[in-house]
Structures are given as C-alpha cells and as structure tokens.
C-alpha cells in the first residue's frame, strides 16, 4: 500500500487496518508470554485476560459495576458540557467575556484534579457526589478553552456579512457563530470525554465500592492481575464505542460535511 500525504483510504481498508493493528497488539502481547520475556503473574496472557472478563460478566456483579461507571461519565460529562458549551462560545465571541473568564480558567486548567480530592471528601462526604466533583473538574476547563478556540475560528466574513446585512448583535450569535462552531464543539466533546474516561479509575478510589475502578482496586489488593487487565480491556472498549457514537452523531447532525464522502 503506498503512502500518499492526506489522501483517504476506503471504508474497507479503513476497517480492516484498525482490525490489523489490533490482531498484532494482541498476538505480541501472546508471543511476549510464551517466549517468556514478561512475568505471567504481572501480565497475564490475554485469552486468561478474556476469560476472566468473561467470568467477571457471567458469575459476579460486573456488569452492574459497568453500569455505575458508565452513569458516573455521563452524568459529569453533561454537567460539564452545560457548563463549558455557552461558556467557551462566548468567551470565543466576545473579548469582554474572554478578558473575564479566561485568567480564571486558565489558573484553573493547570491545576491537577485528583489534588482536589481531599477537599471533595471534606465538602461532599463519601457518596456520588466527590466522584462526579472529580471527573466534572477534569473535563470542564480543557473543554471551555477547546470551544472558545473553536468559536474563534468562525469565519470573520461571515460575521461581517451578517452585520452589514443589517443583523443584530444576539442573531450575529445564534444565527451565525453557533451554527458554524457546532461540528468542532461536538468535536471537542468527543476529545475531553475521552479524558473523562481516563478519570474514572482515579475517581472511582475515592470511598467507593462500585465501578470498573473500585473492581481493579479490590483486585489489586490480592494480585489479580488478571482481573485488572479485564478493567482495563472494558474501559478501552467503552471508549471506543462511545467514540463510535461521537462519530455517528456528527455524521447524522452534520451530514452536509460529508457529502464529498458519498
């Protein structure tokens, strides 16, 4: 296959790469515990991984853990979008808003959420609420500075041809800038929640005895390494359909961007 700088490959191809890249990740990963270069107590062979995945879902609470982790994203998640969406619009529209907000923001973005969680347990005890604090506080920041950057991309002549039309102020923005910002905001939601799911462990330790991260956590404390593995090959696979889904969306919702696909 050569490589050409920017050019797309068929669906096809495209499916059957991602197929490839797994096949050969995998059979490292196999070929790394026959040939014993890795310890089988530390790293388990994957089809023992697979197994106890598949032990985990049929015999014990798993999927119900699932269940938990996967409400615990979403609803952070969408706390966090009805927060940085209207925000990072604005702050991308109007300098005022940028001046105001973005010191704030910014001090906030660099700032390591999982140092906050001595004061979540203080302020919010040892239910939900200090786990949806954390992955509410690992999303928002990153993704109010995403849309502000986005909205800033808006095309200039566009605003200018709508204000010498004679359109007002407010349908310059709802007619105008959010219209054309929304595919790269449903983009930015599909990056940070990517970054959420990589929270979830980290919140999940916190007082909890529920959820993909209290499992791994659990299975840590008597070496099952195996079952750790599974906690991780789920997640990746949670991701990844969730990302799927993003993907979908932004093919249905904003389907005039793919019309020199067909």
Known sequence: M???ARKPVSRTTSIALGI?????FFGAWK??????????LLVPPPDKVLATLYTLVAEGDFLKDIGISILRIIGSFLGACIVAVPLGILMGTYAVAE??????VSAWRYLPAPAFIPVLLMWLGTGEGPKLALLFIGVVFFLITLVMDYTRQVRIELIETSLTLGAS?????WNVIVP?????????MRQMLAVSWTYLVIAEIVASTTGIGAMMMRARRFLHTDEIMAGIVVIGILGLLFDLLFRWLHRVLFSYLYQNDK
């Open 2 to 4: 050569k490589l050409v």
């Open 20 to 24: 490839l890249v797994w096949v050969l």
């Open 31 to 40: 070929l790394a515990v026959v040939f014993g270069k890795v310890n089988t």
């Open 99 to 104: 001046s105001f907000f973005n010191p704030f």
């Open 169 to 173: 102020q407010k349908r310059v923005l």
């Open 180 to 188: 054309a910002v929304m595919p790269n905001v449903l983009i930015a």
